[in-house]
């Protein structure tokens, strides 16, 4: 008795097609990913509040640099980190240093987040933002994914 597979040579390429589904090279995913990411961004960026006047940062008692208005909400977007080992991730925050202009560069992020920015006229608005988004946006972020992949997944397995 001999026993005969029909079909195996198809199944096995429709196996091979859904096992690249996600790996660290695939365009679909990356721009899926990237889609979600810049979402996300533009939810964080209508959270913040932007001080009406320009900051002043002192270091002992002189002006050491002045940070224009709206710099901290131009610098929050989706970016990759630099030779990370999966092209597809996408970070959300303040880009900081030689990657963008003064206009743009984020480095007081921290400073912000954490409460100690003494501005002015008030208290900081922006203090816990970020980690609230995080918190609060982090599955819409997920439930975003799943359904775009959803949408790819189908095409893959034809």
Request: overall charge positive.
């Amino acid at each position: 008795m001999e026993i005969q597979l029909v079909g195996l040579q198809e199944l096995q390429k429709k196996m091979l097609k859904a096992a690249t589904f996600c790996n660290k090279t695939d365009a679909k995913i990356k721009g899926i990913h990237r889609r979600v990411a810049r979402a996300s961004a533009r939810r964080l960026k209508r959270k913040i509040s932007q001080y009406d006047k320009d900051i002043l940062v002192y270091a002992n008692g002189v002006v050491r640099e002045t940070v224009q208005k709206g710099t901290y909400k131009r610098s929050i977007t989706a970016w990759q980190p630099r030779g990370h080992k999966d092209n597809h991730v996408f970070f959300i925050g303040s880009r900081t240093g030689s990657k963008v202009n003064d206009r743009k560069d984020g480095w007081f992020q921290f400073i912000v987040e954490q409460g100690e920015q003494h501005i002015q006229g008030g208290p900081n608005r922006n203090k816990g933002v970020l980690m609230n988004h995080v918190r609060s946006d982090g599955p819409k972020v997920i439930a975003q994914t799943i359904a775009l992949y959803k949408q790819e997944f189908p095409k893959r397995i034809k």
